[in-house]
């Protein structure tokens, strides 16, 4: 499975973007996706995950009611929007992707991860 993510860039706070993450994969809706982060000198951090119909998500408290996480199994893609961006929201954002139905926040169970894309918010 290759991962390729993309859509960071340069944003004002209080503005928005959204990050898509393309799967190179023939069985893309047996995976469940997730978005994490990684704030310069932090540790990865888990963002948000979806499951293999879009129907089930779940988010970190430090997002949730300002991201949405979506897929369209059609053209292998995952989606991340996010809205009402703060500074503290700056990060290199991954995309994993995990076999199973299990929606989880840990690093360690998710198999397969993109490259990463810049997000950077200026107060």
């Known amino acids: 499975v290759q991962l390729q993510a993309s859509g960071g860039g340069l944003v004002q706070a209080g503005g928005s973007l959204r990050l898509s993450c393309a799967a190179s994969?023939?069985?893309?809706?047996?995976?469940?996706m997730a978005w994490f982060r990684q704030a310069p000198g932090k540790e990865r951090e888990f963002v948000s995950a979806?499951?293999?119909?879009?129907?089930?998500?779940i988010y970190a408290d430090s997002v949730k009611g300002r991201v949405t996480i979506s897929r369209d199994n059609r053209k292998n893609t995952v989606y991340l929007q996010m809205n009402s961006l703060k500074p503290e929201d700056t990060a290199v954002y991954y995309c994993?992707?995990?076999?199973?139905?299990?929606?989880?926040?840990?690093?360690?169970?998710?198999?397969?991860w993109g490259q990463g894309t810049l997000v950077t918010v200026s107060s």
């Open positions: 994969v023939r069985t893309f809706s047996s995976y469940v």
């Open positions: 979806i499951n293999w119909s879009g129907g089930s998500t």
């Open positions: 994993a992707a995990r076999g199973g139905n299990g929606l989880k926040n840990e690093i360690s169970l998710y198999d397969y």
